[in-house]
Each structure stands twice: as structure tokens, then as C-alpha cells.
């Protein structure tokens, strides 16, 4: 008998594979059995999921190491902190079938799946209802339905959960259906997996996307110079050689990227792969994750040291998001 495990893909097999469980990552990482039980807390709110190729990429005996600091659940997460909500874009109000929000002018985001391949301690998303909001291959059928009777929309990006996800039949099925629409001319796709799970990009992948109809971009989310390594270069040449814009966009996290020596060997690191540096996020006020916020006379200054050190190009937009405003803002623009 043909178990289901062995019909999956090595990609996918890597992606259940992940560590789940808090004391293995310990464990794996020779770190104290001190962080144990507020882990254990912090992930019963928000799960812990790493796929082993990104801890591979940790130092060992490191508790501050930068990577290890995005996924490993801590106490810091359960208080809770004025100012910061469990729906800090209020993305409830712009959901108007399951599994679209519109938001912006001209684009529509979509979440093809609820799930990530990584669960990122700061993420925006970490209270939003995906179950409620996985529209699942019939639920396209309104949400394309929607795009199809908006002609202003010229643009579907793909968020997550984590767009990736999606195994390539599925998104050969979305796909197929989206070229149905003219008015479509560009498919963002928003992923993590091509940093943490580069085996993600298989030829597979690659013939699909490069036969799009709408032009393909591709942004990553790659907050450290150390989560780049041989494979992530790899799936980068890959997909730029398909004809894929890559850009980049990074979250300023306490205790991971607010050196400007990081952000700065950030940047060169990912434009050495073909990754072009685009947007330097504030964080999103969501409950849980206040112990990251950088605060924005920081943000500035380190922008500044970025825009001093590198040439222009090089430096991504330091922005911001406000709930309803109809585009992220730069944050040299309003008050500091
Ligand atoms: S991959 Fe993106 S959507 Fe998923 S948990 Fe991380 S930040 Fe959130």
C-alpha cells in the first residue's frame, strides 16, 4: 500500500516535517530547558512551525541568535500591551467574500491557503481567521468573480497564509481560471518559502510560473543576512532566470535586524542574488509581538545610516501601514 507520505514531494515532505514541538527545537539547538515552559505557553496561542533547513541555519548554544528570535515562542508574547490589537490593519472591514481583502486601489489580495510554511512570532496575521477565511478551490469561484466584475483591478496578489503552500496543481487550477480575465495584467505572490524552504522552487514551479499570462512578481520576506544560503541563492537564479521580478521586503525586528550593519549587509546579500531590497516595514501592532517594535526615531535613524552607506538603489522604502489609508506610508513623511 502506497502510504500518503510517500506520495509527497520532497518539498512538501519538508514542509511536515517541520518542528512542531518546542522542546525538539531546544533540543536541536543544545539551548537551556530554562525556555521550555513559557515556549510551550506562547505556542499554545501561536503554534511553533520551523522547517529544519531554516534551523539548520542557527547557531547552536545561541539563544539570541537573530533567526531562532523570529520563531521561537516566548513568555514576552502573552502579556498584553496597550496600543496593540489582534487585528492591528483592521483587515476584517475590507473582506468582502472569504479569502479577498480589498484594500487598495487597483489590487486585490487573496489567500489561496491558510497555512505557512513558518510561524513568524511577529506576524501581522497571527490572530486572522484563515480558517474562516480559506476560500478552498470552490470559494475561488467568488472571489474571482469579484475580480472579474471589478475591472479597476489589474493586479492579484497572493499573500498568506503562505501562497507557496499551495502544491502546483493547485495553483496550475487558479491560475487557469485567472487567465479567464483580461483585465488581469501582474500576479504578486507574497512568500517566506523561498528563504526558508527553498526546495520549494522546483522545475515544476518554475514551468508554471514562467507561463503565466500576467507578469510574475515575486516578494520574498527575508528579514537577516544569515537566512540567505546556497539554496535560497539557487531558488533566487532560478526564478529570476524564468522571467520573475524579485523584490524583497524585511520587518524591523528588536533583537534581530535594528543594527544598520545588518540591514546593510541585508541588502547587499539579497541584491547579490538578484533580489532587489523594496520595503523596510515597521512593525503592524499585533498582540503578542510589542517585545519587537522598533520605535520610529530608531527606524529613521537607521535609515538614514542605510541611505549614507549604500547606493540608492540598494536602500528599501521605510514604511509604514496604516489601518484604511490606501497605500503603505513612508515614514520619513509623518511626524517622528
Ligand atoms: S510567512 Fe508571512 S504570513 Fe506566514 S507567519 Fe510569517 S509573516 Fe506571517
New binding site residues.
Given amino acids: 500500500m502506497t502510504s500518503t507520505a510517500s506520495k509527497l514531494t520532497a518539498w512538501q515532505k519538508a514542509l511536515v516535517q517541520a518542528i512542531t514541538d518546542p522542546q525538539e527545537l531546544l533540543n536541536s539547538l543544545e539551548l537551556d530547558s530554562d525556555w521550555l515552559e513559557a515556549a510551550k505557553s506562547a505556542a499554545n496561542v501561536f503554534p511553533l512551525n520551523v522547517p529544519r533547513g531554516f534551523v539548520a541555519r542557527m547557531q547552536k548554544g545561541n539563544a539570541h541568535d537573530p533567526l531562532l528570535r523570529q520563531i521561537l515562542p516566548l513568555g514576552d508574547e502573552l502579556q498584553i500591551v496597550a496600543g496593540y490589537s489582534e487585528d492591528p490593519l483592521q483587515e476584517a472591514k475590507y473582506n468582502p467574500v472569504p479569502g479577498l481583502l480589498h484594500k487598495y486601489q487597483g489590487r486585490v489580495l487573496l489567500t489561496l491557503v491558510g497555512t ?5 512570532r ?5 490572530h486572522f481567521p484563515y480558517t474562516d477565511n480559506n476560500p478552498g478551490t470552490e470559494g475561488w469561484e467568488r472571489a474571482l468573480n469579484y475580480i472579474a466584475n471589478h475591472p479597476s483591478i489589474h493586479e492579484v496578489i497572493l ?4 501562497p507557496l503552500v499551495a502544491n502546483d496543481k493547485t495553483l496550475q487550477a487558479f491560475s487557469d481560471k485567472l487567465n479567464l480575465i483580461p483585465h488581469i495584467k501582474r500576479l504578486r505572490i507574497h512568500s ?1 518559502i523561498p528563504i526558508v524552504l527553498p526546495e520549494r522552487i522546483t522545475p515544476e514551479f518554475i514551468h508554471w510560473i514562467s507561463q503565466l499570462k500576467q507578469k510574475p512578481i515575486l516578494v520574498t ?1 527575508c528579514n537577516h543576512p544569515q537566512e540567505i544560503n546556497a539554496a535560497v541563492a539557487e531558488a533566487a537564479h532560478l526564478l529570476t532566470k524564468a522571467g520573475v521580478v524579485l523584490l524583497n521586503q524585511t520587518v524591523l525586528l528588536k533583537g534581530v535586524n535594528d543594527a544598520a550593519e545588518t540591514l546593510i549587509a541585508l541588502s547587499e546579500s539579497l541584491f547579490a542574488i538578484g533580489i532587489q531590497p523594496y520595503y523596510l516595514h515597521l512593525l503592524d501592532k499585533v498582540q503578542g509581538a510589542a517585545h519587537f517594535d522598533v520605535d520610529k526615531e530608531t527606524a529613521v535613524k537607521l535609515h538614514e545610516e542605510l541611505s549614507q552607506n549604500l547606493s540608492g538603489y540598494l536602500v528599501p522604502k521605510l514604511v509604514y501601514e496604516q489601518p484604511g489609508a490606501p497605500a503603505k506610508k513612508p515614514v520619513e513623511l509623518y511626524t517622528v
Fill in positions: 505557512c510554511a513558518v510561524n513568524c511577529y506576524c501581522f496575521r497571527r499573500s498568506g497564509g503562505d517566506r520576506h
